[in-house]
């Protein structure tokens, strides 16, 4: 069975999903960069390249606490960073941000919004990552879904 994703198309380099079982589709989301058709308002993944991270921890900060205020209200939702957490505490970035600081803002947003953050290493990790994670909210939804219809049907 394909899993349905929808991309949102204003996001910069998307993934393809290439040689996974998806059926993809490119649409407007409110919040995040992939979520699943009929639950974009229950479920997204929002993607960061690590330049892009900086860039929401220091000039983009005020939008993106905008982003993880929406996002809290889902039912389910992560960041996944194309990059290691090494690479971010090291200061393997062009940004001036003190990597102590720019390690203390992730841990701060992780807190404040209870928004995991996944470091997946490298962009063919992150995509994974997005798979996998939107696989598995669709296969709990279905899950919970039949139980809903059973007892439904159970009624009659």
Request: hydrophobic residues 40%; positive net charge; glycine residues 6%.
């Amino acid at each position: 069975m394909k899993i349905p994703i929808v991309i949102d198309s204003r996001g910069q380099a998307p993934f393809s999903f290439e040689g996974y079982p998806v059926e993809v589709m490119t649409g407007t989301l409110t919040t995040g960069d992939y979520s699943v058709p009929g639950f974009a308002d229950r479920v997204a993944v929002e993607r960061k390249s690590l330049g892009d991270l900086l860039g929401c921890l220091t000039h983009d900060r005020e939008r993106f606490t905008r982003e993880m205020e929406r996002l809290r209200g889902y039912e389910s939702a992560a960041v996944v960073v194309e990059a290691s957490f090494e690479a971010l505490a090291a200061g393997n970035y062009r940004s001036r941000m003190n990597p102590d600081s720019a390690v203390q803002s992730v841990v701060s947003i992780i807190q404040a919004y209870r928004m995991p953050f996944f470091f997946a290493g490298d962009r063919r990790r992150a995509e994974a990552f997005v798979f996998d994670f939107l696989r598995h909210f669709c296969r709990h939804a279905e899950a919970r879904f039949a139980a809903v219809c059973r007892w439904r049907s159970d009624a009659k």
